[in-house]
């Protein structure tokens, strides 16, 4: 089952898009920010992003910019979505490499014929990419750590000592200390 991870801060837009995506079959992961898409990436390993590009956090375009350039994700298909009267920037969609777009509200045949041949290139770029993985040759084993050094001694600490030296510095400032605090009193006593 593909995973398609949806972010959009519009509880409408979420609910249409949940409920269009499930009935097709796909596994949803719904966020309201950017942020939190980012942070979820990794574990989400959608095959398909369907963002806002107006998400608070990271915007949508951040987001795509972000999935595009990170060689983990490079099988990850990314639609922008943008309401009907929002301004949105076709130019900077394709510079942050969009593989579509879709105006809100979501119309189900829309959305379906947009991501269906996306989801199936994710899939099969998934597939090569695991298959690119697998065919690699295995990595140079580690280098053997080097030789520790022993520890420093630790310098032995006469308790005694501490206390004559705390002794001696609260005796110095004793005074000062009765003083300003003396002052305060008598200045919130009125006096």
Do not use: W, Y
């Not at 719904?30 to 107006?54: C, E, H, K, Q, Y």
């Not at 105006?103 to 290139?121: G, Q, R, Y």
């Amino acid at each position: 089952m593909s995973r398609i991870l949806l972010a959009d801060d519009s509880p409408h837009a979420q609910r249409m898009g949940e409920r269009i995506l499930r009935e097709e079959g796909f596994e949803v992961v719904s966020l309201t920010d950017g942020n939190a898409a980012m942070l979820r990436l990794a574990d989400v390993d959608p095959d398909l992003i369907l963002a806002d590009v107006f998400l608070p956090g990271k915007s949508g375009f951040e987001l795509c910019r972000h999935v595009k350039g990170d060689p983990r994700f490079k099988h990850v298909r990314v639609v922008l979505t943008a309401g009907l009267l929002e301004p949105f920037d076709e130019d900077e969609a394709k510079r942050a490499g969009c593989d579509a777009i879709l105006k809100k509200p979501f119309e189900a045949s829309k959305v379906v014929s947009t991501i269906d041949s996306l989801v199936k290139e994710a899939r099969h770029a998934r597939g090569l990419f695991a298959e690119e993985i697998a065919s690699a040759p295995p990595p140079p084993a580690p280098a053997p750590p080097p030789p520790s050094l022993p520890e420093p001694p630790v310098p032995h600490i006469d308790p005694e000592r501490v206390r004559a030296a705390v002794t001696l510095a609260l005796d110095a400032a004793l005074p000062a200390m009765i003083q300003e605090i003396t002052d305060r009193v008598l200045i919130a006593l009125g006096h």
